[in-house]
């Protein structure tokens, strides 16, 4: 991957706040003609430093009353295991994420389902039907937060103790509910 220069690094901030921004309007942002802030955008989905525009979904909205995370011990290792534990698991609709770990667990699969009867089913028809899976924990998410943006750092690690002392703190996506989650009204500091 090429290394991004200023231009393109504005088009990706903006971007990151509002993906429906118009072309004209991140044009006037990064300073640049549309036909050239357009071409920019192509380049950079073509590269795939902008891989994809998602709509931030509601969960309750589709009948998500809960979600989890679920620890996993593979019994034994090597590339084809690996691989095949992390298809099934993406394969199943209930999954959200997987993410491949070094450390005391190998895998942490992030799953949403409708009630703790649909999460036993899961885990216990889904994730032990797997020969190669040893041990699981299982977490419930009870409040969920992330950055609203990825952060640059090509230029180095920000000084974390500045940012703190002028109050930078980032809005954030957070969805938290009593066993469900949720989304934060408009307006508020945590919108994304």
Same mark, same amino acid.
């Given at each position: 991957?090429?290394?991004?220069?200023?231009?393109?690094?504005?088009?990706?901030?903006?971007?990151?706040?509002?993906?429906?921004?118009?072309?004209?309007?991140?044009?006037?942002?990064?300073?640049?003609?549309?036909?050239?802030?357009?071409?920019?955008?192509?380049?950079?989905?073509?590269? @795939?430093?902008?891989?994809?525009?998602?709509?931030?979904?509601?969960?309750?909205?589709?009948?998500?009353?809960?979600?989890?995370?679920?620890?996993?011990?593979?019994?034994?290792?090597?590339?084809?295991?690996?691989?095949?534990?992390?298809?099934?698991?993406?394969?199943?609709?209930?999954?959200?994420?997987?993410?491949?770990?070094?450390?005391?667990?190998?895998?942490?699969?992030?799953?949403?389902?409708?009630?703790?009867?649909?999460?036993?089913?899961?885990?216990?028809?889904?994730?032990?039907?797997?020969?190669?899976?040893?041990?699981?924990?299982?977490?419930?998410?009870?409040?969920?937060?992330?950055?609203?943006?990825?952060?640059?750092?090509?230029?180095?690690?920000?000084?974390?103790?500045?940012?703190?002392?002028? @109050?930078?703190?980032?809005?954030?996506?957070?969805?938290?509910?009593?066993?469900?989650?949720?989304?934060?009204?408009?307006?508020?500091?945590?919108?994304?």
């Amino acid at each position: 991957m090429r290394t991004l220069d200023r231009i393109d690094r504005t088009i990706v901030a903006a971007m990151q706040k509002n993906a429906r921004v118009s072309n004209k309007e991140l044009a006037a942002t990064v300073g640049l003609a549309p036909s050239s802030c357009h071409a920019r955008v192509r380049r950079l989905e073509d590269e @795939g430093v902008l891989r994809g525009y998602h709509a931030d979904v509601d969960p309750r909205a589709l009948g998500v009353g809960l979600e989890a995370m679920v620890h996993v011990q593979l019994s034994t290792h090597g590339p084809e295991r690996i691989e095949r534990f992390r298809d099934a698991m993406i394969a199943l609709p209930e999954v959200r994420a997987v993410s491949y770990l070094a450390g005391r667990h190998d895998f942490l699969v992030h799953i949403v389902v409708r009630d703790s009867d649909h999460l036993r089913d899961v885990v216990m028809h889904a994730f032990t039907r797997v020969p190669e899976v040893r041990h699981l924990e299982t977490a419930l998410i009870f409040e969920h937060t992330r950055s609203a943006d990825m952060p640059d750092f090509l230029d180095g690690v920000p000084d974390r103790a500045a940012s703190l002392k002028a @109050g930078g703190v980032k809005a954030s996506s957070v969805h938290s509910g009593s066993v469900h989650s949720g989304s934060v009204p408009s307006g508020s500091v945590g919108q994304s």
